[in-house]
């Protein structure tokens, strides 16, 4: 496995500026976003799909530093009722045609989440079996929305000539945890698999480390995101807080810097487990602490994941 950067957390320098920090610090890949839910900080999608002395020149920019860009992330909500999931799907198609363009065979995303039934305006992410009509929402989640907007999405990233579509096991998507990249999976093939972040899975109670054994094969991307349960806030008020990242001194957990909420030793049996599992790709960082500054993370992130991946 090789270190990637995905490169939102230092979005306040300009795209070369960036490139040049990062490289200095030994990484040599990017991931990079499109927009959704991301500012795109160091990529005008409608200017790169429009211009290919501007892609051109994108491109030269990572190879002068022989650096590589290994996917485009497009994470949003497609799935979303009204004008909303519109605007995100007509990124994550354009996103998908850059990467035709580019000559990136992996897109990084999410499964979108919908409202739970016709009438919705607004998505509904369903998180317990009762009242009984939840059920109902689960059923017109899954077989009247997204299985058929996969099975059509997943026919133009092939014809585009992507090979795998990372989603990424974030909370309030229909696809958070192996059963349900499982059942997407099953009807939609093997052009979908997981974006295994340890950073959702620990907030959720899950162990990353079992999910990277149960998705053996299945595993697509990875990124190298920690998150921290805050003893204390979470005995009395749950894993369940929606009280903004910003507001991280009163939140039940946070995402932190790598090593930050787990050691060195969880992090290299981690993505040991992860290599034993088949995957040996990119671990791609995201560092989203809001506790230091996105220099200090970035730097803090990357020593020790350079420590424990495994080559």
Not at 241 to 248: G, L, V
Request: hydrophobic share 40%.
């Amino acid at each position: 496995m090789k270190l990637s950067f995905m490169t939102d957390s230092l979005g306040y320098l300009k795209y070369e500026e960036m490139l040049d920090v990062i490289s200095g610090m030994g990484v040599k890949a990017i991931e990079i976003a499109t927009g959704n839910w991301s500012k795109a900080p160091h990529i005008d999608l409608e200017q790169m799909l429009a211009s290919k002395l501007e892609r051109e020149r994108f491109m030269e920019a990572l190879n002068k530093r022989d650096m590589t860009l290994h996917a485009l992330n497009c994470s949003g909500n497609p799935l979303a009722p009204g004008r909303s999931g519109k605007a995100h799907l007509d990124v994550t198609l354009k996103t998908i045609k850059l990467a035709e363009l580019l000559n990136v065979n992996k897109i990084v995303m999410m499964s979108g989440l919908p409202g739970g039934c016709k009438d919705d305006k607004s998505s509904v992410w369903v998180v317990t079996s009762w009242p009984p009509e939840t059920q109902n929402m689960l059923d017109y989640q899954w077989n009247e929305v997204a299985i058929p907007f996969w099975k059509d999405l997943a026919g133009t990233a092939k014809d585009s000539g992507i090979e795998r579509i990372a989603l990424e096991n974030h909370g309030w998507q229909l696809v958070y945890n192996v059963e349900t990249i499982n059942r997407l999976q099953n009807h939609v093939g093997e052009i979908v698999g997981m974006n295994l972040d340890p950073g959702h899975a620990f907030w959720m109670g899950a162990d990353p480390i079992a999910m990277a054994r149960a998705l053996k094969g299945k595993i697509y991307h990875i990124h190298g995101k920690d998150a921290r349960l805050e003893k204390g806030l979470l005995d009395i008020n749950t894993v369940l807080d929606t009280k903004t990242i910003e507001r991280f001194s009163e939140r039940s957990w946070n995402y932190v810097a790598v090593g930050y909420g787990h050691d060195h030793q969880w992090w290299k049996e981690f993505l040991s487990i992860v290599k034993m599992s088949g995957y040996d790709d990119y671990v791609s960082l995201e560092m989203e602490d809001l506790t230091m500054t996105p220099m200090a993370g970035v730097k803090a992130s990357i020593n020790v994941l350079k420590e424990c991946i495994c080559t």
